[in-house]
């Protein structure tokens, strides 16, 4: 390489095979001579990925500037330059792999390139406020990244959809196609998030700055038989270092929560409750029916009723009973769910679950109770009407004599 002009130090961005970013630093080039300069590359950095090459001031440089920013003058004249760089090679036991060419590059923030003779010249004028890059083309270069927004930030958005994204030192042209009100893992950051493809997005922020494309958190899914192998692979080294959080071991956690435990107890124990009631206020309107209406029985019986036809009907009125106690009883249920389910929804802390608990009516499970209840109730039934059968004080109408076969 070649420098003209204003001192600039040459430092390459590389991707770890690993997934990682790194950086690795030229000797700062003499002013006017052509050079070969070269850098160690770490066991670590081998088998990475040059994504761009940054020009840096020096340290007595960038204190100069500094200075001159606080007297309130403009550094950017003064730190301007060019310097014409050779193509990059790698030296390897096995020979010398020149690298891919830098050709098709474009600079950014201060930096211009050219080619000249086969080489690559890179025109600069650098401060402190920009970040003076060299790196290939991306695809959001010339287009916008699409995102999902919360209501907040799409606010903000214009009439086309341009948003204007400030992530640290970067600005991200985003386009929103779409509004969400809740996102996971956002419900303590004020609410406010964006949504974008993650290898998009990397690309976009990576472009600029490598390290601020790296992610930092990772959600994995797996099924429900692999859960535990998972969970033991990751309290061990490497990843025993990360804070992990399982969304299994929460929902036990949330299950076994004494307060949880001892209102289902209790709404379990009132629905048994309730429904020994229930059968038993079936049977004892079936005695009463006997009992109150022994006249109207014994007058069917005398104008040609068979016993058959009696018990018909106090059966069927018995039942008909029940079945409008179970649909008032399912309907007040739902009705009082609605109505104290933002109270039953209360954790220990005494807050409200932010996403808000799905209301769910299990509607097979009603129809199941109801039918197990039917089927008690007509046991229940069919035993008053024997018992009542047998007493002749249960009524005239039920006496032997009358409802003998």
């Known amino acids: 390489m070649r420098l003209t002009g204003s001192a600039a130090q040459m430092v390459l961005s590389v991707q770890t095979r690993g997934g990682d970013a790194a950086q690795l630093s030229f000797p700062l080039p003499a002013k006017g001579v052509e050079t070969v300069l070269g850098v160690a590359v770490p066991a670590a950095l081998r088998g990475g990925r040059v994504t761009g090459i940054q020009l840096v001031l020096p340290s007595a440089e960038q204190r100069s500037a500094a200075h001159q920013g606080a007297e309130g003058r403009n550094a950017a004249k003064g730190f301007a330059g060019l310097l014409v760089v050779g193509p990059l090679s790698a030296s390897t036991p096995g020979g010398t792999v020149r690298l891919a060419p830098l050709t098709g590059w474009s600079g950014h923030g201060g930096l211009r390139a050219g080619v000249t003779g086969g080489s690559l010249s890179l025109r600069y004028v650098i401060d402190t406020s920009e970040q003076a890059l060299l790196r290939p083309r991306q695809p959001f270069d010339s287009r916008r990244l699409p995102v999902v927004a919360s209501p907040d930030v799409a606010a903000g958005a214009g009439p086309d959809g341009a948003l204007e994204l400030s992530f640290g030192g970067q600005v991200v042209h985003a386009r929103l196609v779409a509004v969400a009100r809740r996102f996971p893992t956002t419900q303590d950051s004020g609410d406010s998030f964006v949504i974008a493809d993650e290898a998009s997005f990397a690309s976009v922020l990576g ?18 038989g692999e859960t535990a192998r998972i969970a033991a692979a990751l309290r061990r080294p490497p990843f025993s270092a990360l804070a992990i959080s399982s969304r299994a071991a929460i929902h036990d956690g949330l299950q076994n929560d004494p307060i949880a435990r001892g209102i289902v107890s209790s709404l379990v124990a009132a629905a048994i409750a309730a429904l020994a009631l229930a059968l038993l206020g079936v049977a004892l309107a079936t005695l009463g029916f006997l009992r109150d209406e022994g006249d109207s029985l014994f007058d069917l019986e005398s104008q040609g009723a068979g016993p058959r036809a009696l018990r018909a009907c106090v059966r069927w009125r018995a039942l008909g009973l029940a079945l409008l106690g179970v649909v008032a009883g399912v309907g007040l249920g739902i009705g009082l769910t609605v109505a104290t389910g933002r109270l039953l929804a209360l954790d220990a802390t005494l807050a409200v679950p932010d996403p808000p ?7 097979l499970t009603i129809a199941g109770a109801a039918g197990v209840l039917a089927v008690l109730a007509a046991g229940l039934v069919e035993a008053s009407l024997h018992v009542a059968y047998r007493r002749e004080a249960a009524g005239r109408g039920l006496t032997g004599e009358h409802w003998s076969d």
């Open 357 to 363: 608990l799905e209301r769910i009516t299990p509607w």
């Open 207 to 224: 472009a600029d700055d490598l390290p601020s494309s790296i992610p930092d958190e990772l959600w994995l899914s797996a099924p429900a």
